[in-house]
């Protein structure tokens, strides 16, 4: 299993076509910025910003699927979106399907990085398909992943969350006690996004042990 660290600039979001919901964020002052699930041209993501968006600009973005607004907190506005960057080409989905996930993603006035955790044929096909696509990441390190050895280390923080809730409630049960919406209320995220956490989290697993 490698790691790579990459970083993307501005001028990335607009080669992706998501350029409008990155400003729109920015205008209401992101605080705190998680990925939920990633599906290669598309992704769910957890924002807390200061002010509420403009959610009528925000319900007219092409590239937002959905959002919700979920709750005022004690640091800001908290929001789940969906999105879909129609610029990236469709073969990016595939070719990514291996990674374990585009880790610990972090945005800032100016570029955004992350880590992508997986074999090293999958994060080099990767990269090619975003520089194809015209968005140039710009590789800081390269190395083994240094995650510990124990299989549900292999998983995000939220891959980890989804598992052990579904666990704890009886998912893995026979015959089954608990259903994947009812994960998603407890949870509080949309039903597409537990199953589609569920299914990477048993295949990350999985590939550790078999």
């Known amino acids: 299993m490698r790691e ?3 970083s993307i600039d501005n001028s990335a979001f607009e080669a992706m076509g998501i350029e409008p919901l990155i ?7 992101i605080r705190e910025f998680e990925e939920l699930a990633c599906h290669g041209t598309s992704a769910v993501v957890q924002m807390t910003v200061e002010s509420r968006y403009d959610e009528e600009q925000l319900d007219g973005l092409d590239c937002v699927d959905q959002w919700d607004y979920v ?5 800001g506005h908290l ?3 969906a999105f879909t960057a129609p610029d990236l080409p469709e073969s990016l989905t595939e070719t990514s399907a291996d990674l374990v996930g585009t880790c610990d993603p972090e945005l800032d006035e100016r570029s955004a990085t992350m880590s992508l955790v997986g074999p090293q044929e999958t994060i080099s096909d990767t990269i ?3 520089e194809a696509a015209g968005v140039a990441p710009q ?3 390269l190395g083994s992943y240094e995650g510990d050895d124990h299989p549900l280390d292999a998983l995000t923080d939220r891959q980890r969350e989804v598992i052990e809730t579904a666990f704890e409630m009886g998912y893995y049960e026979v015959p089954r006690e608990i259903s994947t919406e009812e994960i998603a209320s407890e949870l509080e995220l949309d039903p597409s996004t537990v199953v589609e956490h569920l299914q990477r989290a048993e295949r990350n697993v999985f590939s550790q042990l078999l």
């Open 4 to 6: 790579a660290n990459v």
């Open 23 to 29: 400003d729109l964020g920015r205008e209401a002052g």
């Open 71 to 75: 709750a005022e907190t004690e640091t």
């Open 79 to 81: 929001y789940v979106i």
């Open 128 to 130: 090619s398909e975003y």
């Open 139 to 141: 590789l800081r390190k």
